[in-house]
T-cell receptor, first 112, second 108 residues
C-alpha cells in the first residue's frame, strides 16, 4: 500500500507566479489535510477536505490560497501570485477517519 | 486552539544514551501522535497514542491524558535518531496542533 504521495517535491517560482501542489492520499483514505511548515517551526494546519468538499479552511490565508479535492484525481493546493513569504514546506496528510494522520514527504516551495 | 509545548527544545546525546522528550498540551485531546522529522524533512509516524503506553523497539511513549502530557522515551540512541521530534494533538475538530519540536542530535 503506497503512502501519501506529493509532487513536486521541490518547486521554484518567481514572485507573482502560480504554484500548484498535488497530493494523492493513501488508498482508501477519503480525508485530506494540508499543513504549512515555515523554517524552524512546527506545522500549521491550513485546510481539511473530503472528496469534493472543503470541511474546514480555518487555517487558510483569505487571499491567493485555495484547495480542492475532486472526485477523481489528487488534492490540489493552489497559491496564486506567490510572494517570498509563501516559501515553506507544504505537507499533505490523509486518514481513513478522523484518527491517525499519515503524512506525505512534503513539497518545498521557494519563491525567488 | 490547543497550545502544545515541547521540551527540551534542543538535545545533544552521545550515542548509546537514553532520553525523555516531553509534550504538554493545554486542553483535552482525542488524538495524539509523535513524529520524527528526519534531516531530509520527511515526517515519520512514531506513535498514535491518545492515552496509555506503547513500545516499538527502542522507542516507547506514554500519554497521561488527565494530566495533559505525553512522554517519548528513546533508549540506546543511535545517530540515525537525529532530527526533530514533534508532538501533535487533536481535539474533536479537524486539525492537529503541532508543538515546536525537540531537535535531537546524536553524536558518535
Amino acid at each position: 500500500n503506497a503512502g501519501v504521495m506529493q509532487n513536486p517535491r521541490h518547486l521554484v517560482r518567481r514572485r507573482g507566479q502560480e504554484a500548484r501542489l498535488r497530493c494523492s492520499p493513501m488508498k482508501g483514505h477519503s480525508h485530506v489535510y494540508w499543513y504549512r511548515q515555515l523554517p524552524e517551526e512546527g506545522l500549521k494546519f491550513m485546510v481539511y477536505l473530503q472528496k469534493e468538499n472543503i470541511i474546514d479552511e480555518s487555517g487558510m490565508p483569505k487571499e491567493r490560497f485555495s484547495a480542492e479535492f475532486p472526485k477523481e484525481g489528487p488534492s490540489i493546493l493552489r497559491i496564486q501570485q506567490v510572494v517570498r513569504g509563501d516559501s515553506a514546506a507544504y505537507f499533505c496528510a490523509s486518514s481513513p477517519t478522523r484518527g491517525t494522520q499519515y503524512f506525505g514527504p512534503g513539497t518545498r516551495l521557494l519563491v525567488l | 486552539g490547543i497550545q502544545v509545548e515541547q521540551s527540551p527544545p534542543d538535545l545533544i546525546l552521545q550515542e548509546g544514551a537514553n532520553s525523555t522528550l516531553r509534550c504538554n498540551f493545554s486542553d483535552s485531546v482525542n488524538n495524539l501522535q509523535w513524529f520524527h522529522q528526519n534531516p531530509w524533512g520527511q515526517l515519520i509516524n512514531l506513535f498514535y497514542i491518545p492515552s496509555g503506553t506503547k513500545q516499538n523497539g527502542r522507542l516507547s511513549a506514554t500519554t497521561v491524558a488527565t494530566e495533559r502530557y505525553s512522554l517519548l522515551y528513546i533508549s540506546s540512541s543511535q545517530t540515525t535518531d537525529s532530527g526533530v521530534y514533534f508532538c501533535a494533538v487533536g481535539d474533536t475538530g479537524n486539525q492537529f496542533y503541532f508543538g515546536t519540536g525537540t531537535s535531537l542530535t546524536v553524536i558518535p
